[in-house]
């Protein structure tokens, strides 16, 4: 039921978390090609664990994806070497109650993206891991 194992709430199979996300990139590739659409302009958006593996994704190949939406993210994990994300534009919404991503897990987030260069817009939204409706009004906004 998710992306990647876990051992528990929180805390990732980093090794798991690097082979699907090689396998995700893999996959993004071959489809750009057999089906013809512009891979410099491939975006992802995930929630919760869907936001974990596409953050994964922007660090680790980073040349896969122009930006992303992440909806209720957290670190799933610390690169190896720093990516370059110039460029891209990556919007972080999080619960202000949220039971399972501490507020400090979101901010670190934020700030790995920043460093590698992405431009990064962090909301926060009243409420905790469920998904609301101006979650997705944040997330129309900035797509449009």
């Not at 790995?112 to 469920?130: F, N, S």
């Amino acid at each position: 039921p998710r992306f990647f194992r876990r051992f528990a709430e929180g805390v990732f199979d980093v090794e798991d978390i690097k082979a699907r996300s090689a396998e995700l990139a893999d996959f993004i590739g071959k489809a750009t090609q057999e089906y013809g659409f512009d891979a410099n302009n491939v975006w992802a958006l995930g929630y919760s664990n869907g936001a974990n593996i596409a953050a994964a994704l922007l660090l680790l190949h980073p040349e896969v994806l122009a930006g992303a939406v992440l909806l209720r993210a957290m670190v799933p994990l610390l690169p190896e070497k720093t990516p370059d994300l110039t460029g891209a534009r990556v919007l972080i919404c999080e619960g202000t109650h949220d039971p399972i991503i501490p507020p400090e897990s979101a901010e670190q987030l934020a700030e790995l993206l920043q460093t590698c260069g992405a431009e990064v817009d962090l909301i926060w939204q009243a409420g905790g891991h469920g998904l609301t409706a101006n979650d997705i009004a944040a997330a129309r906004d900035f797509l449009n």
